[in-house]
């Protein structure tokens, strides 16, 4: 069966990787979630009332300080909306569906120096993270009760020029090219991630779903990169000077085996994704 020829379902259509998904697959036709993703009776119109063969599930509270700020409310749409999504699909059983695909998030896991396999502990480190492994979980416990077939992308970073201001990529932007400054001072700038550009992330999407992948793949580029050489790019020839602080280094790199033995790797490169970044930035 052809990709292009399904009816998707998706939650989250207004959020960056659900914006920028439809954009970018235009062929598709899309069945967008628009009531509210903790209410049951929602949640089970949709899923009664549509016939699509996909669902990707995308809608979540994201940015970590907002998870904070409010973590029940976090929790009963990140845990509890995932929770109505697989109650509904178990009690329904729609034909149809075929593929769910679940977004989560390198959050999962711990700080680690070595690149981290989808089998390694989990202890997510930050309370954003928790709430993304208890539906992981629920998902694992609930999929044997179900034909569907259910996949899991932990996300790893990614930069967007429409992310919330709460984000660093949109903060080292707001400090270098929307503020008058001559001296900025960040925290953390000895951290490294792992960062895809939101093509990455939706053509990892895209892949799994053409492959019906089941089970629980890493979307990373599998390379470090340092949050300094990130704030170095971006700075440019400005005439800044940039310091930071002297903490702890943490690592949070992918093992991305899994997925590139599927045949997906990430074709961007740190420099390509940030030369992105800043074009949309810029326009």
């Keep these: 069966m052809s990709i292009c020829k399904v009816n998707i379902g998706i939650t989250g259509h207004k959020g960056t990787i659900g914006r920028e998904f439809i954009k970018r697959n235009k062929n598709f036709s899309f069945v967008p979630f628009k009531g509210n993703i903790i209410n049951q009776t929602d949640v089970d119109r949709w899923i009664k009332g549509n016939s699509f063969q996909i669902l990707l599930h995308f809608a979540a509270v994201v940015p970590v300080q907002e998870v904070e700020r409010n973590f029940f409310k976090a929790k009963k749409v990140n845990y509890g909306g995932t929770k109505n999504l697989v109650d509904a699909i178990i009690k329904y059983r729609p034909s149809s569906l075929i593929w769910f695909f679940y977004a989560s998030t390198s959050h999962v896991y711990k700080y680690s120096n070595k690149r981290i396999k989808e089998n ?4 997510p480190i930050t309370r954003y993270g928790l709430t993304k492994l208890m539906a992981e979980n629920y998902i694992l416990q609930k999929k044997k009760h179900t034909h569907v077939k259910f996949c899991i992308g932990r996300v790893f970073s990614f930069f967007h020029h429409k992310q919330k201001p709460s984000y660093f990529i949109q903060d080292v932007y707001k400090k270098i090219y929307q503020q008058n400054n001559t001296h900025i001072f960040f925290t953390g700038l000895h951290q490294y991630r792992d960062v895809l550009g939101v093509k990455d992330v939706c053509g990892a999407i895209s892949f799994l779903c053409r492959k019906k992948a089941e089970g629980i793949y890493n979307i990373a580029s599998g390379k470090k990169t340092k949050l300094l050489k990130i704030v170095k ?28 033995k599927l045949g997906w790797s990430s074709k961007q490169n740190i420099k390509q994704i940030l030369s992105d970044y800043l074009k949309n930035k810029l326009i």
């Design 120 to 123: 390694d502990k989990k202890s």
């Design 233 to 260: 790019i971006l700075l440019g020839k400005k005439k800044i000077c940039i310091t930071t602080d002297q903490g702890k280094e943490k690592n949070l790199t992918a093992n991305i085996e899994k997925i590139k």
